[in-house]
């Protein structure tokens, strides 16, 4: 079964500083993984995408993430967190032959402090 | 512009009181689902729908009815609410499932007492 793992359910940054999300599947088979973002009151929008293109994925708002498969690792990260950043992430799996879903893993949620 | 609308955002019912929460995108996309956000848990899916009039559960569908008549429309019914099902729901939909972005909409807030 698919699963994805985030450490993490709350992570304070001061601005400026480094973020870093953590994220870690479970899957036997290569995976498709994702980061959402769902600030207060809205629906959640996709950051970025991997799809074995490429190990280094970059997405909206200065995010990237890397996938690792030694260490079955797709963490989330920013060089400079700002105030705007503050809200939920979401790391996400789908699979071919998983089933016809994407899993979502728990959430992280980012506050970003002056 | 793309979208998914959910109606409605905000519901407050009382136990036994059937309910529909409506659906609907305007990208042509074959790929619905139905998601229930509640703290601690992240999303999970309730139903999922491949194309019209193809449906089938997800991890959470006892409770839960969907239907998919159109393709534009996923509406889900609740048909006899109770408390447990007081939640965040999100409407999702895409072109497929493995390897492209899902939209979701604005969610629905519902409150069974």
């Known amino acids: 079964a698919q699963s994805v793992t985030q450490l993490g359910s709350h992570v304070s940054v001061s601005e400026g500083a480094l973020v870093l999300l953590r994220c870690n599947y479970s899957s036997s088979v290569p995976p498709y993984l994702f980061w959402y973002v769902q600030y207060p009151n809205q629906g959640l929008q996709l950051l970025l995408k991997y799809t074995s293109a490429a190990t280094l994925v970059k997405g909206i708002n200065g995010f990237e993430a890397e996938f690792k498969k030694s260490e079955t690792s797709f963490h989330l990260t920013k060089p400079s967190a700002h105030m705007s950043d503050a809200a939920e992430y979401f790391c996400?799996?789908?699979?071919?032959?998983?089933?016809?879903?994407?899993?979502f893993g728990t959430g992280t949620q980012l506050k970003v402090e002056l | 512009e793309a979208q998914v609308t959910q109606n409605p955002r905000y519901l407050i019912t009382v136990t036994g009181k059937k309910l529909t929460v409506t659906c609907s995108q305007n990208?042509?996309?074959?790929?619905m689902s139905w998601y229930r956000q509640d703290p601690g848990l992240g999303l999970r899916q309730i139903y999922y729908s491949m194309n019209v009039e193809v449906t089938d559960k997800g991890d959470v569908p006892e409770g839960y009815k969907v239907s998919r008549k159109e393709k534009r429309n996923f509406p889900l019914i609740l048909e006899s609410p109770s408390p447990n099902q007081t939640s965040l729901y999100f409407c999702a939909s895409s072109l497929g499932i493995f390897n492209t972005e899902a939209f979701f909409g604005q969610g629905t807030r519902l409150t069974v007492v």
């Open positions: 996400a799996v789908t699979l071919t032959g998983g089933g016809n879903k994407l899993t």
């Open positions: 990208m042509n996309h074959e790929y």
